[in-house]
């Protein structure tokens, strides 16, 4: 329990000094453009290419992966399906809407939680690599060709080679397969800028919310509301029904995955929003909203599922 509470407080001071810096007008009117650029382009490559890099590759592959999968991938649908064919959403808002209902906070949340709550950081890398490695390309693909106005079988194929998110990603997922080390002089630019990735986004996000009420009109709240009860309710359902009577979970491996389902809406998606333009309130409000609410949901999944 006060591993739970320990990981949620030092994040909340972050956002919470993000939000004094919005407050305050300290780094300017544009501040918020030019530290998502620089997180989406410069830190959070970095911060992903050293993750999967130093990760166990048979940890990344383990059971708890199709788990997460399935449960993720179900809750993104139904979001989807609601957006597109009851309110006739964009396919932008609809991707950050799908992503803000499955897409948990593996990095920023997950790997502290891990730490503290499964005692093994490693329990959070199978998610990192199927949000990373499936989830992210797709969606920022979505979200580019929608944008855009074009569509092209070259500019979808190009994705890859275009976003610095899953070129980080992919190396270190090469060098986590193959067992490659590279010297350590090599490895540590990359985590001295990896390390900025989280508190920026954190401070970003905090900044965000400086001048904006939650659920405010015009914000989305059914979209906010639906995303919010799929991430913080149906998904931890799912995981543990399909890990505990598909599967065949049972004791810690259940307890971590149904944790992991369990985390936040990842600060990745407000970036995402913020970099594409598109539905940035419903990200914001669905972030903010779930890491208050994944607080006591983190806590009835321990008193319920964890190993005594």
């Not at 309710?233 to 491996?253: D, R, S, Y």
């Not at 944790?259 to 914001?284: D, G, H, K, M």
Request: hydrophobic share 60%.
């Amino acid at each position: 329990m006060a591993g739970v509470l320990i990981g949620f407080a030092i994040i909340g001071a972050v956002i919470a000094v993000g939000y004094l810096v919005g407050r305050l007008g300290i780094l300017g009117p544009h501040a918020d453009f030019v530290l998502s650029r620089f997180a989406f382009f410069v830190l959070s490559p970095a911060l992903l290419f050293t993750v999967l890099a130093e990760a166990d590759a048979r940890q990344l592959f383990s059971s708890l992966l199709p788990v997460s999968a399935a449960a993720a991938l179900a809750c993104m649908a139904v979001f989807a399906l609601i957006a597109r064919l009851l309110w006739r959403r964009a396919v932008p808002e609809t991707t950050i809407g799908a992503l803000s209902s499955g897409y948990a906070n593996a990095n920023n949340i997950g790997l502290p939680i891990a730490a503290y709550v499964l005692g093994d950081p490693a329990f959070a890398a199978p998610l990192i690599l199927l949000q990373l490695v499936i989830f992210t390309p797709i969606a920022l693909t979505i979200l580019d060709v929608s944008t855009s106005g074009t569509l092209s079988v070259g500019r979808v194929l190009s994705q890859p080679v275009r976003n610095p998110l899953i070129i980080g990603s992919a190396l270190g997922l090469v060098l986590s397969v193959t067992g490659i080390e590279l010297p350590a002089p090599v490895m540590e630019p990359f985590h001295l800028i990896g390390a900025a990735a989280v508190p920026t986004v954190l401070l970003l996000f905090g900044m965000s919310l400086h001048g904006r009420r939650i659920l405010q009109p015009g914000s989305g709240r059914r979209d906010i509301l639906v995303a919010v009860v799929l991430k913080i309710v149906v998904m931890p359902t799912l995981a543990w029904a399909i890990g505990g009577f598909v599967i065949g979970l049972e004791g810690l491996p259940l307890f971590a995955v149904v944790v992991l389902a369990a985390l936040p809406t990842a600060q990745n998606v407000f970036n995402y929003a913020l970099r594409f333009e598109r539905a940035v309130p419903v990200a914001r409000d669905a972030v903010l909203i779930t890491t208050v609410l994944s607080v006591p949901a983190l806590i009835v999944i321990a008193a319920l599922l964890a190993p005594r």
